[in-house]
């Protein structure tokens, strides 16, 4: 009776224990989870949390929070994550307004409103949305859908000032110049250094032939800006990629400039 080989019996004894080894790894891991992945999004350790998010929404929503919301934006890898959070729970809100506000930058509005809608449907508190959504319709063109938007999103958040600064745009894009006036001055009163409220006063005022007046907040507008960073500009447009944010501050810059020499 011929023996195997040793070699062979060595190699069978390795991998058999290398089968094991990896089985203990990964049963330790599972039974584990609400102990590592805390861990390892707490101390970023980013390879670890992927390998959870196979199977794992909140590792997932994590990475793409991770991608989208943070110094390592990378727009695809957390549309990626975002999408595989809405994989495993198709009700998840915040994983369609995500998707929704990537989809938004990208220039794919349709799509956009769809995973809106689907956030709002999922949990109607979630009021952001209803920002979204009145972006989404300005930019299509349909203001009055934009209009209805806003004023839903301003009885949630009503001393903010980027839903007024918003409507105010949509009132300008519809010739009503006095409307876009009155809503960014009303603004004002929430948010009276905001140089985004100033540029719309002035715009409106501008487009009034109301000249010194726009002037005034032409200036009020320049002189925030010049005290911003990029990145302080970057704040008021989340979920774009930060390395417009100089080209962005200093283009809105020179269109002020721009304005004030009319």
Request: net charge neutral.
């Amino acid at each position: 009776m011929k023996r195997a080989p040793q070699h062979a019996h060595a190699v069978f004894l390795y991998t058999a224990s290398l089968a094991s080894v990896l089985l203990f790894v990964l049963v330790v891991c599972f039974l584990t989870r609400t102990h590592v992945v805390p861990f390892a999004q707490k101390h970023e350790l980013v390879p670890i949390v992927r390998l959870y998010a196979l199977t794992d929404v909140d590792a997932a929503m994590w990475l793409g929070e991770y991608y989208f919301t943070s110094a390592n934006y990378d727009s695809e890898r957390a549309e990626h994550y975002y999408r595989r959070a809405n994989a495993l729970d198709p009700s998840l809100a915040l994983a369609h307004y995500q998707l929704g506000r990537i989809a938004f930058i990208r220039g794919r509005f349709t799509e956009a409103q769809s995973h809106i809608d689907a956030s709002l449907r999922y949990d109607p508190s979630y009021y952001r949305g209803y920002y979204m959504r009145g972006l989404i319709a300005g930019y299509e063109k349909d203001y009055k859908k934009a209009a209805d938007a806003f004023y839903i999103f301003l009885q949630y958040d009503s001393i903010g000032w980027a839903g007024y600064n918003d409507l105010s745009w949509i009132y300008f894009q519809q010739g009503n110049f006095p409307a876009a006036e009155e809503i960014a001055v009303f603004g004002l009163g929430y948010a009276p250094e905001n140089a985004w409220l100033h540029n719309s006063v002035g715009v409106a005022q501008l487009a009034q032939g109301k000249k010194a007046q726009a002037r005034v907040h032409f200036k009020r507008a320049l002189e925030r800006l010049d005290q911003m960073t990029p990145d302080d500009w970057g704040i008021a447009y989340p979920g774009n990629d930060p390395t417009i944010y100089t080209e962005g501050l200093e283009s809105m810059r020179q269109s002020i400039v721009h304005n004030l020499a009319q």
